[in-house]
């Protein structure tokens, strides 16, 4: 025994198979493959039947048609009034998140003490854990009165409120995965700039914000693609009538508020109204997966760039 | 010999302009959160009485109660954690501990689960509906709007969950094989263990997360009208469905009614945050 293992090369890794080891690792790796198949499900879900559905209706007249009334007679099957009315809320969440949350990262990133930040944080988390339905309450109760209040005569239902607190909902995602990308900057960058006699202001616009470029605007795209996806504010405060229109006074239906007002009725399963349900979802679909996929190769970029 | 001043002569005043502006920014997010809080007591603390939770839902708002949507969404979170948790934990084991990330199945597995986890909720919503309710055949009940929830939140569990795995340190687990432990010693009886307050951090805000989801529910059938309480195989309703419903009600009676159901919905999430948070300051380790 002892002159084998003299001559032998030491070898950590015992010959013998573990079974069991072995099962675990299958056990595991089947947790993992539930992501794949949910990620299957999804396009299966969508896409199965907006095919069946595009064989009675025509693609190009759903994507360039200007009237959505699928319940009417004749019905009519063009999108855009409803990809308009996504845009169109999208653009007033917007026009909020992106400013106010580049503006809050940077004063925690830049600004705040270690202790402020402490506990502004969890503030923020705070904020981005108020479930969508609270914010469409918010929106249609207080907020629309309040800009009826201060002389903007919108609709009951309108664009611009429900836009506006959805940027109030969108800014801790822009905040602080903008935060995240400027704290992974190098002190030595900023400690440069200092050394040349830049202020903190210098620093934060010209030094910090550029290098954690990729970040910042990958947390501009998720924003972006949170706002398109989102349902409840819209369902409950910018209304359900598919209007054509830029005006933010006025009512309109959102894709995802459409799916969720038709998915609510008793639709019969396999009937062109059903189908609908899923033509609309893929194609809702498609514009937050192209979105999500840009903001994952931005973000992983700035990993490249610092780690 | 004069000492080198190293401060500019005179205020900053576009700096302190700038740091105003930022503050601002802040301000806005804070200031809409107090004001959405203060009117939603202001308008709902009234009716937050024992109907509320005694009684269910009603046309008579003075004895309209939520106790079939409360009860639901507490079956809800409990099936959620239950799911989410042994699913979440093992697919970031797989990928933490035993993936090897230079086979492409594992990369995409990875980019799969960052993808999902932007995936708009009535998405998912879409999914259950076409496979959960309708495919598999099993209605509109409590347990499809779990399963779809589930789904809903696992990318997020899995994400918390890696992260907690990945802050515990390679020498924890090479110390472990060094006295001819196993892969699977070193993880369930080392790494898991120091991982746990992160996982259960994790855990506490995805479900917090789940039941604070409508769109989905809306779309797996959940009905706005419960009289009774609900069963797992039984048709349902939610919080934040009950909070809908109310709200799309013309009459303030009702809208007060929706504020009442949201500061319950809000007790119940913000506790469940303050838990999460003071898990992690109490028990997060610093290597």
Same mark, same amino acid.
Do not use: H
């Given at each position: 025994m002892t002159g084998r293992a003299e001559a032998a090369p030491v070898r950590l890794q015992s010959g013998r198979v573990r079974y069991g080891e072995l099962l675990i690792k299958g056990l595991l790796g089947l947790c993992a493959l539930i992501s794949v198949a949910t990620t299957v499900g999804i396009i299966a879900a969508l896409f199965i039947p907006a095919f069946e559905f595009f064989q009675e209706v025509s693609i190009v007249e759903f994507l360039t048609g200007t009237e959505w009334?699928?319940?009417?007679?004749?019905? *009519?099957?063009?999108?855009?009034?409803?990809?308009?009315?996504? =845009?169109?809320?999208?653009?007033?969440? $917007?026009?909020?998140?992106?400013?106010?949350?580049?503006?809050?990262?940077?004063? =925690?990133?830049?600004?705040?003490?270690?202790? +402020?930040?402490?506990?502004?944080?969890?503030?923020?988390?705070? =904020?981005?854990?108020?479930? +969508?339905? $609270?914010?469409?309450?918010?929106?249609? +109760?207080?907020? +629309?009165?309040?800009?009826?209040? $201060?002389?903007?005569?919108?609709?009951?239902?309108?664009?611009?409120?429900?836009? *506006?607190?959805?940027? $109030?909902?969108? =800014?801790?995602?822009?905040a602080s995965l903008s935060e995240d990308a400027m704290a992974a900057v190098p002190r030595d960058l900023r400690d440069g700039a200092f050394a040349l006699g830049a202020t903190r202001r210098e620093v934060a616009t010209r030094i910090v914000v550029p290098a954690a470029i990729s970040g910042v605007t990958a947390s501009f795209v998720l924003g972006i693609s949170r706002a398109v996806g989102e349902t409840m504010i819209v369902l409950v405060a910018a209304g359900q009538q598919p209007n054509l229109t830029f005006d933010p006074r006025a009512a309109v239906e959102t894709m995802s508020a459409f799916i969720a007002a038709t998915g609510a009725g008793d639709v019969p399963t396999g009937s062109v109204e059903y189908k609908t349900i899923f033509a609309v979802g893929a194609t809702l679909f498609v514009m937050t997966q192209i979105l999500n996929v840009i903001s994952i190769r931005l973000v992983e970029r700035f990993r490249e760039e610092y780690e | 010999m004069t000492t080198v001043n190293l401060k500019r002569r005179g205020r900053d005043v576009k700096g302190a302009a700038f740091k105003g502006v930022l503050l601002l920014s802040l301000i806005v997010g804070f200031a809409t959160l107090v004001t959405l809080l203060v009117d939603v007591f202001r308008k709902g603390w009234q009716y937050v009485d024992e109907t509320l939770f005694t009684n269910p839902p009603s046309i008579d708002p003075a004895i309209a109660g939520a106790r079939p949507a409360i009860l639901a969404t507490i079956y809800l979170g409990l099936m959620v954690i239950l799911f989410t948790v042994p699913i979440g934990v093992g697919t970031a084991i797989y990928l933490e501990e035993y993936a090897d990330r230079r086979r492409w199945y594992n990369r995409l597995l990875e980019l799969n689960i960052q993808n999902l986890a932007a995936v708009p909720s009535i998405v998912y919503g879409i999914l259950g509906l076409a496979f959960i309710v309708r495919g598999l055949g099993l209605g509109q009940v409590l347990l499809a709007g779990a399963l779809i929830l589930t789904l809903l939140v696992l990318p997020n569990m899995i994400i918390a969950s890696r992260e907690a795995l990945r802050a515990v340190p390679d020498t924890i687990r090479q110390g472990g094989y060094a006295l001819g432990a196993t892969q699977w010693q070193v993880t369930a009886r080392q790494v898991l263990p120091a991982a746990l307050p992160g996982i259960a951090t994790g855990s506490i805000l995805s479900v917090s997360r789940g039941i604070g989801e409508t769109a989905p529910l809306i779309m797996v059938g959940a009905v706005t009208y419960v009289a009774f309480d609900p069963t797992i195989l039984g048709p349902f309703t939610a919080l934040p469905m009950q909070i809908y419903q109310w709200v799309r009600l013309p009459q303030e009676e009702f809208r007060a009614l929706a504020a009442a159901a949201i500061i319950v919905l809000l007790g119940i999430l913000l506790s469940l945050n303050a838990v999460a948070i003071w898990l992690r300051n109490r028990y997060q380790r610093r290597w």
């Open positions: 009334a699928p319940l009417f007679e004749p019905a *009519l099957f063009g999108v855009v009034p409803l990809i308009v009315g996504t =845009l169109s809320v999208t653009f007033w969440a $917007v026009l909020i998140a992106i400013p106010f949350g580049l503006g809050s990262a940077i004063y =925690l990133s830049e600004y705040a003490s270690a202790r +402020t930040r402490s506990f502004l944080k969890p503030m923020l988390e705070v =904020l981005a854990g108020i479930p +969508t339905i $609270v914010y469409g309450y918010f929106a249609l +109760t207080f907020f +629309t009165p309040l800009l009826r209040d $201060v002389g903007i005569s919108v609709d009951i239902f309108n664009v611009l409120s429900a836009g *506006l607190v959805m940027g $109030v909902m969108i =800014l801790p995602t822009v | -």
